[in-house]
């Protein structure tokens, strides 16, 4: 690559690294795999820059990317294992039991959502997508992303329900 290539990179990966890392996060629930998936969309992404011509659908570019290396990865055998929740910074916030109590319990319900219906659900109410762009994102129809979104909605709200049973016993 030429420098002002490599420059043009760096300056969207200084920019963008933090955002795709939550995604990642958000998409496969542990920091660690996180890492890994956010790294291996980076490596794609310097592979390809001097091919993609729309510069402006770079996020769009990253997302797909992404959401295929969490999706694919699920598929593995050894990945079909549950990872322990990791901790997850403290918010900045009055009130940090609820908060916590809140996230470690949304973050546990959607690591019990199958991937496809987790991709959807962080593409759609995490990262802000319509229907079109998280159907683009993930390479189906809209149908399909409906769908996904309804079963996805239900699974997570199951899940919460038993996780906030448990967390209110507790």
């Known amino acids: 690559m030429t420098d002002a290539a490599d420059e043009a990179f760096a300056e969207y990966f200084r920019a963008r690294r933090d955002a795709v890392r939550r995604t990642a996060y958000l998409l496969c629930g542990d920091w660690h795999r996180a890492d890994d998936h956010a790294q291996a969309a980076f490596v794609a992404l310097h592979r390809h820059w001097r091919r993609i011509r729309d510069k402006e659908g770079l996020d769009a ?34 009130d940090r039991a609820d908060a916590i109590v809140t996230r470690e319990a949304l973050v546990a319900g959607l690591r019990s959502v199958p991937s496809k219906q987790r991709a959807v659900l962080v593409l759609r109410y995490f990262e802000g997508l319509d229907v079109a762009e998280t159907a683009a994102a ?33």
């Open 138 to 170: 993930m390479g189906c129809s809209t149908g399909t992303v409906k769908s996904q979104t309804a079963h996805g909605l239900a699974a997570l709200r199951a899940a919460l329900g038993d996780a906030l049973d448990d967390l209110r016993t507790a």
């Open 61 to 94: 570019w990253m997302r797909r990317t992404l959401v295929r290396s969490v999706v694919d990865e699920s598929r593995r055998p050894w990945r079909r294992e549950k990872a322990p929740l990791t901790q997850v910074p403290d918010p900045p916030v009055a």
